[in-house]
Every structure is written in C-alpha cells, then in structure tokens.
C-alpha cells in the first residue's frame, strides 16, 4: 500500500511551543526531516491538553534528542533505547520521544519487532490506527503543516477506530494493539469499526505471547477511564477477558430454579466498576471493584429454602486477588494487599445497614478497617446496584445512616487503627511470665473487651480485666494496680537519671 502525503491544513496551534522551534532547528542543522507523529496530535487536535509527544525523524533519533536536551534548561538527561532507535526526555511536565523511522518485521510467537531504518512512509504504515497515523511536520518549508495518510481526520469526526492496513495483519504482527483499541474506545468512547472487532475475536489467541505487565498496563488505562464498562464490555466481547481475566467472565449469566432467581454478576461487577470511576480516582480501589464479587462463582449455591447463596464469596474473592495479581505482574505490596482487604471487608458495612446494630459491631468494623474505612465505605456505597430506582433510594438512605452512625462511634470511642492500653510486655511482667499462649489470649480479651463495650479503651479498666482473665487462666499477679504504677514510674525515673549518671562518670 501506498502512502500519499498531501498536506491538509495548517496547524501551527499545536506546536507553537518553544520545544518544537528547538526540536526543528537542531533537526534541520543535522538535515534530519521531523514530524510530531501519534497521540499528541490527535488529543490535541481533539481539544485535550497533552505534553507527551513523539517525534519522528528519518535520520539519527539519539542525536537528534542529545542535541535538543543541550538546548534545555537543565540540561536533561537523554535515556537512550538502541535496540528499538529511540531516546525520551522529561523536561518539566513534559516527555519528549524520540523515533527514528522504521520498518519492523515480526516472528509468530513474539511481538518485539526486528526493527531496521526505514522512510518515513514505511514508518506511517507501521502505525497501529488511523487517528494515531497524522502527523504534523517541523521541517521549516512546511512548519506547522498537517498530514493525513490515512483518513485520520474522519476517523476522529466519526469517532472510530480503525487500522490503517489489513487489522488482522496489524494484529498479528503486535497483538497488543487489540488492547490498545479497546483502550482508546474506552477512553474517546469511540466506536471500534466492525472489520477491526471482527479480526480481534479472531486473533485474541494471540494475546498469550504479550507480556503480563503490558496487558496490565492496558487494563489500568482502561480502568482509569471515565467509564470504565465500556472497556470489558469489549474486552468480553471479543473473547479477550476469557484469557486474560476468566475469573470474571465465570460470573456471567442467570440462573433460575424452583421461582428463584439470582442477578448476573458480571454485569452487577461492570455496574458497580462504573459507579466507584465516579466517585474516585483511585486505581486500586478501582480494582478492588472490579474483583469485589469474584468468589460468587465458586461459591454459588442452591438452597430450597433461601434460593441462589454465595456464602463466603467474600473470603473467597479476597484469597483470589493475590494470584491474580501474581499472574498479571502486578504490585504485591501494600496496593495488592489494600485490594484483598477490601474484597475481604466489602460485605461487613451492608450487614451494618439492618435495624437494631450495636455499636459493638460499629466498632469492630472501624477496627478491622482501619485506614480503609473511608475506601471501603465507597466501595460499599458503589456496590448498591438494582434496576429499581426506588429500591437504590432505599438502600443509599440506609447506607447514610450507617456512615453516621459510624462517624458517631468513631468520634466517640476513638477505634480506628487503636492500640489496647495493655501491652503483652505489661502481661508478661504482671504475671511473670514468658511469651506463651496466655500472653496472646489474655491481650485479645482485652482488646475484644474495648471492642464489645465491656471496659473503655482505658488503662485503669484493662488492667483490671487483665488480673480477672489471667486468674481465670489460673494465673497469680505479682502487683496490684497500684504496685504495677508505682514500679513504672520508678522506671522511667531511672531511665531519665541515668544519662544524668553516665555524664557525671564521664566528667570525673
């Protein structure tokens, strides 16, 4: 296929910025052609802002980007990447990306081209869609001038994604690009050209030779989108999330029996994805949403009496996230744990919302929470779905008052991420004892004591509940509360005297 390059309109809006004025200067002193190629023309073309720009030269990309980081303030270092003849640079909020044009060619079970140099046309056919393909040149006969090769403009009008050559070749040779144009549908909510989702259904097999963390990082994008259903609509669609995420393609469909009925949680998941996008723009606790009810398949069940249950799909769910994650290349720290804890706790706060709840049950759910409480209250806020309005009306009044009863108890009682006044340390010098059993029993007594109402969270009440369940363990304390006191303040004058001492024995 040939590529013509007929200008189109000027556009020299979009890079009138002094970095394309340095970039084109240092290209034409090495007599290198360079274009702004890609992404940045096209969001900006579509009125989004954007200082993330790749530029395309038909010669030397790392010199090219050496010389401009010269022109810089500061200087900035130039990354390098030889294998792929490329070279980046951050300067300020910008990134600047440095191409040299290419032709690649691909082997069946890698998609990491073999990249050679290659014209500036052999560069645009290479471009995996069309809205991506307009480029605008900063050579100084036509500074500023808009290209088109293939239809980009339209597309972008039409708001649709297409391939500028044949989409089952483009996906053959970079499956990721399947990704990719869900991606973008997800975010521009455009509208994939039917050829285009046709060949994805029939090369996502191919999805299997693409690294883990590069699929993961699709999803994030797709994720982060204002609506992020639109994306694993798609991805089930085309058969994509049945390789990638089959955990939530099995809680697909609706089953009924005896008149009993249960929703199709794939769908619920999608719904309740959607409504936490719109309450924050946390990436995890987005994630979270996403696998919240991921247990239901493998704990779905039939009672005659009760119907459809999921008993314990929330435990279930939350011992799934880890491998998940594993498998996805995905971080194993606190963002991985934040997301089990979450699918671990997303069903306590709805247990909340009946009539009659203690405060007991408040405070162990601020306690279990911790520093997630107001996470997982937004979770359990987005997982109030229905198809009857009034039934969520209900529901979210319910879930107000929890939420104050809640910021109630809390002001109150002070449980959140809260330390028992008695240490193990404390039991273990009370009864004279080594670290054993009873230590851990007695200070779980003590903290579930606080938890249920019995004692305050106070020093003088757990002391005192202390020697009433040590002696119930058959254990003997060496000092009254009052002895106990007066041995730690004789402590802590000891501690504070003895550097005094240290000093006066140093000076003699």
Known sequence: MEVKLKPITKADALVNDPIFRIVSEEAQKLNIPVYVVGGYVRDRLLKKPSKDVDFTCVGDAHLLAKRVAQRLPGKPHVAIYKR????????????????????????????????????????????????????????????????????????????????????EQTFYDDPLRMLRAIRFATQLNFKIDDKVLEAISKMKDRIQIVAPERISDELNKILMAEKPSIGFKLLDKTGLLDIILPELTALKGVEERNGFRHKDNF??????????????????????????????????????????????????????????????????????????????????????????????????????????????????????????????KKYLQNFDKLERRIQEVEERDRIKNFQPPISGDIIMKVFGIPP?????????????????????????????????????????????????????????????????????????
């Not at 007991?360 to 409480?373: K, P, V």
């Not at 200070?443 to 509940?465: C, M, P, S």
């Open 436 to 508: 054993s059993r009873p230590v851990g029993i007695i200070k779980k007594a003590i903290k579930d004591a606080i938890l249920d109402g019995q004692i305050r969270n106070d020093f003088i009440e757990a002391f005192e509940f202390m020697i009433q369940k040590g002696k119930e363990l058959g254990l003997t304390p060496k000092y009254t509360l009052a002895e106990f006191i007066q041995l730690a303040k004789q402590e802590e004058m000891s501690k504070q005297e003895a550097p005094e001492t240290r000093a006066s024995k140093s000076n003699e």
């Open 84 to 167: 792929f003849r490329t070279a980046s640079i951050n300067h300020d909020d910008w990134q600047l990306e440095f191409v040299g044009a290419r032709k690649e060619s691909y082997s069946p079970d890698s998609r990491n081209p073999h990249v050679e140099p290659g014209t500036l046309e052999d560069d645009l056919k290479r471009r995996d869609f069309t809205i991506n393909a307009l480029i605008i040149s900063l050579n100084p006969e036509d500074y500023g001038t808009l290209y088109d090769p293939f239809t980009g403009i339209e597309d972008l009008k039409n708001r649709i994604i297409r391939t500028p050559l044949d989409p």
């Open 267 to 392: 769908k619920h998941t999608l719904k309740v994805l959607d409504n936490i996008a719109a309450l924050t723009d946390d990436l995890w606790l987005r994630w979270a949403a996403l696998l919240h009810d991921i247990g239901k398949a493998k704990t779905k069940a039939f009672d005659p009496k009760e119907g459809w249950t999921f008993h314990g799909h929330d435990a279930v769910g939350a011992k799934m996230v880890p491998k998940i994650f594993r498998r996805l290349h995905l971080p194993l720290d606190s963002r991985m744990k934040k997301v089990k804890k979450l699918v671990a706790l997303h069903q306590r706060p709805i247990a909340l919302t009946q009539e009659n709840v203690t405060d007991s049950g408040i405070r162990r759910l601020i306690n279990d929470a911790g520093d997630l409480l107001d996470d997982l209250l937004k979770l359990c806020r987005a997982d109030i779905t229905s198809s009857r309005p009034e039934k969520v």
